[in-house]
């Protein structure tokens, strides 16, 4: 099935960066979030995106007002009842998630597909919230949604082979390249990245080095394009944790416990970029 028009809920980071691939992708979105202040947030964060591209000259100024006039800004959630796919992109928090996935199975139709963009929830546990688990599946995109080319597609125990092409073939759509984790915690790319940024975080506590030493050195000795601590800071910090806590919770093993300075900075609310402080100062 040829996915033509997608709902995208919450309008945050990486909603607002999804709503904008699919709307370059020629396709119909629908962004909710629960008021006109997170939606004008999300508009203007698309809007700063567009502009980023026309001032490189991968977009004309006509081009980007088309592709933002493709996306409707909305807090009334029943817009969403004709979609074909519906992606959640809520705080990564699973009472929240299952609550969303609930109300999307009461107002979309019965063939549509709903997806998740956890980063490291168990895609099986949340299709319990679905009406219909054979038509959820996780698709994890990376952050900063617009430059970054992967999703991770997770399928959950149910999940279809027809979903899971629908699913892969949208994603080929908007210019994403897709691998297939297994339904484990932190999935692959968070499995791999999480500890190495924790890890950061010991060392800075530990007084091993300065933070932008730490930066620093895995930026010139491994070549990253961001050392582990601002990336941290971009991704937020608050959602570093939370994705730690599920990996050293479902995974049982201390290696993965969160770092004590981790903790900390999210409970001063130094999230990072998107406070204006994390474990760097950020201007506006």
């Known amino acids: 099935m040829a996915l033509e028009r997608i709902g995208v809920v919450g309008a945050g980071q990486m909603g607002a960066g999804i709503a904008q691939v ?6 119909r979105v629908v962004l909710t979030d629960v008021s006109d202040e997170r939606l004008q947030i999300g508009r203007a964060t698309i809007e700063s995106s567009l502009k980023r ?12 007002s088309q592709l933002l006039a493709r996306i409707c800004f909305s807090t009334n959630f029943a817009d969403h009842g004709e979609n074909q796919l519906v992606i959640e992109a ?30 490291s929830i168990s895609i099986t546990r949340l299709s319990s919230a679905a009406d219909n688990a054979e038509r959820f599946i996780g698709m994890h995109f990376m952050n900063p949604v617009p430059m970054m080319p992967l999703v991770e597609i997770i399928r959950g125990i149910a999940t279809s ?8 073939e949208l994603a080929a759509k908007m210019g994403k390249t897709t691998t297939v984790s297994q339904d484990y915690p932190g999935f692959l790319v968070n499995r791999l990245l999480m500890p190495m940024i924790n890890e950061a975080f010991f060392a ?24 582990p601590l601002e990336l941290a800071d ?29 903790r900390k900075y999210v409970a001063a609310g130094w999230l990072g970029r998107k406070s204006g402080r994390g474990v760097f100062g950020y201007d506006n």
Do not use: F, W
């Not at 699919?22 to 396709?27: H, R």
């Open 22 to 27: 699919a709307a370059q992708a020629g396709l």
């Open 161 to 168: 082979d027809g979903t899971y092409k629908s699913v892969a």
């Open 53 to 64: 591209l026309v001032k490189k000259k991968k977009l004309s100024s006509d081009e980007a």
């Open 204 to 227: 800075l506590m530990e007084g091993v080095a300065t933070a932008e030493d730490i930066d620093v050195s895995m930026k010139l000795g491994t070549n990253h394009p961001l050392g």
């Open 234 to 262: 971009l991704i937020g910090l608050d959602t570093c944790l939370a994705i730690i806590e599920v990996m050293h919770r479902e995974l049982g093993d201390d290696k993965y416990r969160p770092c004590p300075l981790l």
């Open 90 to 119: 809520v705080s990564e928090d699973e009472s929240l998630k299952k609550r969303v996935i609930d109300e999307l199975s009461r107002v979309c139709d019965k063939t549509a597909i709903l997806a998740t963009n956890t980063s």
